[in-house]
């Protein structure tokens, strides 16, 4: 079993950053991948970034140049780096865990933390 609990979320104006935490524990986050999901009302729940086992990384498109996943393996945390922040950023967002490689459908991913509200005014 994996538990994963998000922090970091808040409110922000565009162009603003912030830095979210995926806190992990009954098993080492270097063992498995992480995604970074988000959802907003009346939205499916979309990929936005995963870091593998191996600490290899995958974005989506709308968030390349400005998002940076990272992971510090001392702390079994996985983080988001959020920069340059837009309105259309705003969202629930959720890390999530499965074994070893990054995928970017939510339905393969087998272990969720509760989210994080991000939202960023214009």
């Known amino acids: 079993q994996v538990q994963l609990v998000e922090s970091g979320g808040g409110y922000v104006q565009a162009g603003g950053s912030l830095r979210l935490s995926c806190a992990g524990s009954g098993r080492a986050v270097s063992t498995i991948a992480t995604g970074w999901f988000r959802q907003a009302p009346g939205t499916e729940r979309e990929f936005v970034a995963g870091i593998s086992w191996i600490g290899t990384s995958r974005y989506t498109d709308s968030v390349k140049g400005r998002f940076t996943i990272s992971r510090d393996n001392a702390k079994n945390t996985v983080y988001l780096q959020m920069n340059s922040l837009k309105p259309e950023d705003s969202a629930v967002y959720y890390c999530?865990?499965?074994?070893?490689?990054?995928?970017?459908?939510?339905?393969?991913?087998?272990?969720w933390g509760r989210g994080t509200q991000v939202t960023v005014s214009s």
């Open positions: 999530a865990a499965r074994p070893v490689r990054i995928a970017t459908s939510s339905n393969e991913y087998d272990y």
